[in-house]
Structures are given as structure tokens and as C-alpha cells.
């Protein structure tokens, strides 16, 4: 992989992490257009060090509220933080089960399938959409909401599906917070991407290579910078209601994949 590439699609994963766009989809659209030649194993393994480089900005912006719910948790008594780890338990659960037995064919779906992704982007846009004409509230997320969030998280293993767009637009439109919404969106994620990040490295699956180091090295610090801006840029959005304009554009975007799809 060349270094421009991957500082590219460094910026574009941590750009599309926070952003409801789907990072997924546009990481297969940016490797379609890039001409990604890299062999399955190196991509994987790029696609994994970019997601912990977003995994790490996340902890870095909301390292009080981590930081509150582990001594929350260590104090042993029913508090705040604790019913708050249980709701991100119950929202990992269906991402959970998908992960484990529906592996191989999501598996199937990604490579440069860029017409699915299009499509699947257009129901972002629509998800965000509707999401934006909800009206503000201050209810928490509750235990049965956070369920509903984690299914809403496990389609959008889905590429082109965005999974901020898609928990977020879903945690609002059952009359959460947005800003409450946001912030349990992407503290949910966390522990699954830690725990994907674990299982592929002891299936021993990963495949690296020293020639690819300084790509790799340079896509994670693009992935982790870019990450921070966007997801702080993300939080103000949502409670300010500006989810539209994400929507007009994974609209514009997945017609232009769907074409390219056409074309290609």
C-alpha cells in the first residue's frame, strides 16, 4: 500500500467513525477508487489498526465519563455509572451474536461491492432524515431503549450502513436526548471493537509485514487525529440538529457508488 493511500483512508475512517456516513462503506468505496491491491491479510490488518486508532480518539474525548464508570463499577453499589454499564452490555448483544455466527457472510459483502454499499447508504440517509425532524428531549436511554440501539448497531455491520447514523438516529427517534444519544453511541462501540480487535489477532488471521509499517503507522495517526475532530464536531451537530445535511449527502454519495457500481 502506498503511504499517500493510507493516510487517505486513514483520514477517511477517522472522518466516517463519528460521522454518519459509514466508515465501513467508505473505506470499500475509497479502496474501489484507490485501487487497493493489498492481499486480503494486509487489509484486514489495515482495517483493524484504523479502527483502534478510532477506538483510542473515542477514549481520548470521553475519558472522564470511562474514567466515572470504572470507579462507578469498583465501588460495588448500584449507582449511576453502574446501571449505565449494563445498558452498554445489553446494546452489545446482538452485534454480539451476529459477529459470531453470521461472520462469513458479512464477510461476503465487503471487498468493492460498492453497489450494495450505495444503496445501503441510502437508508442512512433516510435513517438520519427522520431522525433530524425528531424533536429534543431529556430522557436517558433506558435498558429496552438500549436494546433496540444494539440491533440498530448490529445491522449496521452492514457496509454503507453507518453505525453512529444508525444507533444515533435510533436512540432519538424512540425519544432519547441527542446529545445523551450521541454520547452512549459511541461508548457502546468501545468494548466491541476492542473484543473484535482481540479475536483477530488470536486467530492468527492478521498477516504483517515490515515493508507496510510506515503506511500502517501513518494510516493510524491519520485515523486517530481526524477521529478526534470528528467525533467532537459530531456531538455539537447532533444537539444541534444538523443530521440533514449528512443525510443530502450519503444521498449524493450512494447514488454516485450505485453509478459507479454501474460503470465499473
Known amino acids: 500500500m502506498e503511504i499517500i493511500d493510507a493516510i487517505i483512508l486513514g483520514i477517511v475512517q477517522g472522518l466516517t467513525e463519528f460521522l454518519p456516513v459509514s466508515s465501513s462503506g467508505h473505506l470499500e468505496i475509497g479502496k ?69 455466527f453470521f461472520e462469513e457472510q458479512l464477510e461476503q459483502l465487503f471487498g468493492s461491492n460498492i453497489m450494495f454499499v450505495g444503496f445501503m447508504l441510502l437508508i442512512t440517509a433516510v435513517l438520519l432524515w427522520l431522525a433530524d425532524k ?32 444508525a444507533t444515533i438516529s435510533t436512540s432519538v427517534l424512540l425519544g432519547n436526548d441527542k446529545t445523551k444519544a450521541a454520547r452512549f453511541s459511541f461508548l457502546m462501540v468501545i468494548p466491541l ?54 443525510a443530502v449527502y450519503c444521498t449524493v454519495v450512494g447514488l454516485l457508488a450505485i453509478s459507479f457500481g454501474f460503470i465499473k
Open 193 to 246: 471493537i476492542f473484543g473484535k480487535i482481540a479475536k483477530d489477532v488470536l486467530s492468527g488471521d492478521l498477516s504483517f509485514s515490515s515493508q507496510n509499517s510506515i503506511p500502517i503507522a501513518l494510516g493510524f495517526i491519520a485515523a486517530f487525529v481526524s477521529g478526534l475532530f470528528a467525533c467532537t464536531w459530531m456531538i455539537s451537530l447532533v444537539k444541534r440538529s444538523k443530521l440533514t445535511y449528512f
Open 32 to 100: 474501489a477508487i484507490l485501487g487497493d491491491n493489498s492481499v486480503p491479510e494486509e487489509s484486514l490488518l489495515f482495517t483493524v489498526v484504523l479502527h483502534f486508532a478510532t477506538a483510542l480518539s473515542t477514549i481520548v474525548i470521553f475519558r472522564k465519563d470511562i474514567l466515572d464508570i470504572i470507579k462507578g463499577l469498583l465501588s460495588f453499589k448500584k449507582n449511576e455509572e453502574t446501571f449505565f454499564s449494563l445498558k452498554i452490555i445489553i446494546s452489545m448483544i446482538p452485534a454480539v451474536i451476529v459477529g459470531l
Open 134 to 165: 425528531a424533536k429534543n428531549t431529556e430522557k436517558p436511554v433506558s435498558s429496552s431503549n438500549a436494546l433496540v440501539i444494539g440491533i440498530s448497531q448490529a445491522i449496521a455491520m452492514l457496509p454503507g450502513i453507518s453505525r453512529s447514523g
